[in-house]
């Protein structure tokens, strides 16, 4: 049996201290309480990197410029009702201050510390790409 496979872009927007931007998921949501990194859903006829470009603005206030999306690695993790694919990219430029515009927790944490944070499974994994990166 097949599951629905569900295409999701995230971001690891990392500062000039080598910290990486994780957010936490609102009360309501699916995994709420667990912490990701920023992004969303890739819509119809939209490629990743316009879908992180969208949703860092709708949701941190941050513009980025499709130039300083580098990509790193991907997920690919099947949950009870679906298969999620994600590729994550890393950012260290943007303009604008990082502001949580949909109610959500932030952190800003090294990378050796990520795995402190409670994350849904498919972000686990990133999380030895980023520290071998940082």
């Known amino acids: 049996m097949?599951?629905?496979?569900?295409?999701?872009?995230?971001?690891?927007?990392?500062?000039?201290?080598?910290?990486?931007?994780?957010?936490?998921?609102?009360p309501g949501k699916t995994m709420a309480g667990l912490w990701e990194f920023p992004g969303g859903k890739?819509?119809?006829?939209?490629?990743?990197?316009?879908?992180?470009?969208?949703?860092?603005?709708e949701e941190l206030g941050i513009f980025v410029s499709e130039a300083c999306l580098a990509p790193l690695t991907f997920a690919s993790h099947t949950y009870a009702d679906f298969h999620l694919l994600m590729p994550l990219y890393v950012c260290r430029r943007w303009e604008g201050t990082v502001t949580a515009r949909e109610g959500?927790?932030?952190?800003?944490?090294?990378?050796?510390?990520?795995?402190?944070?409670?994350?849904?499974?498919?972000?686990v994994p990133l999380v030895s790409h980023l520290m071998a990166l940082l």
């Open 2 to 26: 097949s599951a629905k496979i569900v295409l999701v872009a995230a971001c690891a927007l990392v500062d000039t201290d080598g910290r990486v931007l994780i957010a936490q998921r609102p």
């Open 42 to 57: 890739i819509e119809d006829s939209e490629r990743p990197e316009q879908t992180l470009i969208r949703e860092l603005r």
């Open 104 to 123: 959500q927790r932030l952190a800003w944490v090294k990378p050796n510390r990520l795995r402190d944070y409670d994350m849904p499974p498919a972000d």
